[in-house]
């Protein structure tokens, strides 16, 4: 399986509109992927706070339908990573939007875990209830954003609902950047599954962004990993390693629980 993470820079200089064309180009570029993998709340940055509200779009706004399109033409099963959603009822939501290769919207999932502390994020957007997992035809995803990294009993869930490759979407900060990579990791080793983690790079509203995409393995063993700027993270992988794993270390079967 050939998996692409897109670790796109966020430029305040940039708007919205210019970024998803070029974002969607970026997209396109990787035909022939299986599986391509965008960042959190890319269309805004995920710390630009004073934007969710006047950015946030409805679930088949203007995001999903430049990156339904871009999925279509590359032929690719697309993780658009996350837009602030805006219901009919005006609650925000940090909603990650997945595409099959003919361009159909096959799943989305709201954010569970906000971020801020009772500010920011934790205070503007609505929590999300529903765990996400997505069959393709090579492993099932199973879906979580940034702050969810953090609390591993999400990713428990997503096991028992089946999934093999855990798909993480991030606006990371770079002053946090040890933590990201420890934990892509021990997701990985405790749910002997992949993880494929893609963050962002550039500055968002004043916060350095840790970019450090990486592609970890069910044994921990990172695969790939970028650097600090917008790069494109392309590994190829053996979604069969997972059944391997579980059943020559069987661990998961040993929880109590």
Not at 3 to 31: K, M, N, P, T
């Amino acid at each position: 399986m050939r998996a692409s993470l897109i670790q796109i820079a966020v430029d305040e200089g940039e708007s919205v509109e210019s970024r998803r064309r070029r974002v969607a180009a970026l997209v396109r570029d990787q035909a022939g992927a299986d599986l391509v993998v965008l960042p959190e709340l890319w269309t805004t940055g995920a710390f630009a706070f004073e934007e969710f509200g006047s950015e946030a779009e409805p679930l088949e706004g203007p995001t999903h339908e430049v990156m339904a399109k871009a999925a279509s033409d590359a032929g690719v099963w697309l993780h658009a990573g996350s837009i602030p959603e805006r219901t009919p009822d005006g609650t925000l939501y940090n909603t990650s939007l997945l595409f099959s290769p003919s361009g159909d919207l096959a799943a989305s999932y709201r954010k569970i875990h906000r971020f801020g502390f009772d500010k920011g994020e934790a205070v503007l957007m609505g929590r999300g209830e529903d765990l996400v997992t997505v069959r393709l035809p090579q492993t099932t995803l199973g879906v979580a954003t940034c702050y969810d990294l953090r609390f591993p009993e999400l990713f428990r869930g997503l096991v028992d609902a089946g999934a093999e490759t855990l798909v993480i979407p991030a606006g990371w900060p770079e002053r946090r950047r040890g933590h990201w990579t420890l934990l892509a990791r021990a997701r990985a080793v405790e749910n002997q599954a992949f993880v494929l983690a893609c963050g962002t790079a550039g500055t968002h509203a004043g916060v350095p962004q840790a970019g450090h995409s990486i592609v970890v393995d069910p044994w921990g063993e990172v695969l790939a990993e970028a650097g600090a700027g917008e790069e494109v993270l392309t590994v190829e992988f053996d979604p069969g390693r997972v059944a391997v794993t579980r059943e020559q270390f069987p661990a998961l079967k040993d929880r109590v629980l």
